[in-house]
């Protein structure tokens, strides 16, 4: 009967049929993804206690409920296009993988993201323009501070990408398209945190 080769397991997580494998540590990207994949659960846990907070707190008598301005319609589809932008960028890098075959889509994802962010703060400025700031009623408050933390997260994602190209131009990183897949995970990631809050707002 012949016997089964003997699978030893590296580092990476997969199996090797030489017994004799040496160690083999995990790549840079294996370890960034992971740490992305736990930065989200920990991004989508803080939104989630936030949200179980939110509907407890509607339910009391002081609740006042706020109409949202029509900006949040228009910052939406800035952020789905920004979301469609890096991922173009990822695919053209992926053909292509060069700084330059992905430039324009990776200035309109950044354009798209900023104006997100923008339109934001002409939301909160037409609130406060009529009397509907944040200390105005408990509304308030949790719109304020679920949007303002949605777009603090926004904003250190484009840092991200920022830091990200500054070190593909200076050649201290390889493989462009892995590391905007990573960025592209992030962006449709808030994307769905955003649709999610605003379906929170409107519904309640």
């Known amino acids: 009967m012949s016997r089964k080769p003997v699978l030893t397991t590296l580092a990476s997580g997969h199996l090797s049929p030489d017994p004799n494998a040496r160690y083999q540590p995990a790549s840079t990207y294996t370890i960034a993804s992971t740490g992305l994949w736990v930065l989200m659960g920990v991004i989508a846990a803080l939104f989630f206690l936030f949200t179980v907070a939110y509907y407890i707190r509607h339910t009391l008598s002081d609740w006042q409920p706020l109409n949202e301005p029509w900006q949040l319609m228009l910052s939406s589809l800035l952020l789905i296009l920004s979301c469609v932008a890096m991922h173009l960028a990822g695919r053209k890098a ?111």
């Not at 923008?118 to 406060?128: E, G, H, K, R």
């Not at 462009?176 to 992030?186: D, G, M, N």
């Not at 945190?193 to 309640?204: D, E, M, S, V």
């Open 94 to 204: 992926r053909l292509l993988p060069a700084l330059a075959a992905c430039k324009t889509e990776l200035i309109m994802a950044v354009c798209f993201t900023l104006g997100f962010v923008l339109v934001q703060l002409w939301a909160w400025l037409a609130l406060v323009q009529i009397n509907q700031g944040v200390l105005a009623n408990p509304a308030n408050s949790f719109f304020y501070l679920l949007t303002g933390l949605h777009a603090l997260h926004i904003l250190g994602g484009v840092l991200a990408l920022g830091m990200l190209v500054y070190q593909v131009w200076q050649g201290q990183r390889d493989h462009l398209h892995v590391w905007l897949q990573l960025c592209a995970r992030y962006w449709h990631f808030l994307l769905f945190i955003w649709l999610f809050l605003l379906g929170l707002l409107r519904l309640t």
